[in-house]
Structures are given as structure tokens and as C-alpha cells.
């Protein structure tokens, strides 16, 4: 049996987190360990970034990430470094 601590579970996407992000259901990381995607490494980074660039929904949770100004970890294939850069430009 799986523990709460650090797993994304697919009950967990309920609302409201399906209610604000419905795409999350389609998510490739729904069934990662949810820290994968607050890699600590290089190495963890690119792993993370692997699995978003197998995701249908990655413009959708870069879109998210960026209106939501998410600060910490990967989402939609970018880093914290690489989104802030994307905000400066747009
Ligand atoms: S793009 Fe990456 S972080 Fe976003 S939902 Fe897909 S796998 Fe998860």
C-alpha cells in the first residue's frame, strides 16, 4: 500500500485540483512520485523533463505553471530558471 507521503495517487486529482487543472487527468506524471518533479539534480531534472516531453498535456501545464506564476520545480517541460526567463519575454 502506497503512503501519502511524496506519491501524486490518482484519487488525490479529484477536486479541486481537477476542477482548476481538468487536464491533470492525462497528466504522464500522475502516477510519479511527486517529487520527481522537485529534483534536487541535473540528473533528476532531465529525468523529469523526459516524462513531460511524453506528456499530451504539457502546454497545458506550462500555460498553468506560467499563470500561476509556480516558482518551484518542473512543470511543462521547463525549469524554475527556464519559466522565469519565459515570463521576462512575454
Ligand atoms: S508536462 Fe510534466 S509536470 Fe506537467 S502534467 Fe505533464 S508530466 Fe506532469
Known amino acids: 500500500m502506497d503512503t501519502m507521503d511524496d506519491t501524486i495517487e490518482f484519487e488525490a486529482l479529484t477536486a479541486p485540483i481537477l476542477e482548476e487543472r481538468p487536464w491533470a487527468v492525462f497528466a504522464a506524471c500522475k502516477a510519479e512520485k511527486s517529487?520527481?518533479?522537485?529534483?534536487?539534480t541535473?540528473?533528476?531534472?532531465?529525468?523529469?523533463?523526459?516524462?513531460?516531453?511524453?506528456?499530451?498535456?504539457?502546454?497545458?501545464?506550462?500555460?498553468h505553471a506560467l499563470e500561476s506564476n509556480e516558482r518551484f520545480g518542473v512543470w511543462g517541460g521547463t525549469t524554475e530558471?527556464?519559466?522565469r526567463k519565459i515570463s521576462r519575454i512575454v
Open 35 to 40: 517529487m520527481k518533479f522537485f529534483p534536487q
Open 42 to 63: 541535473r540528473q533528476e531534472e532531465r529525468e523529469a523533463i523526459a516524462i513531460c516531453n511524453i506528456c499530451p498535456v504539457i502546454e497545458d501545464c506550462l500555460d
Open 81 to 83: 530558471r527556464e519559466r
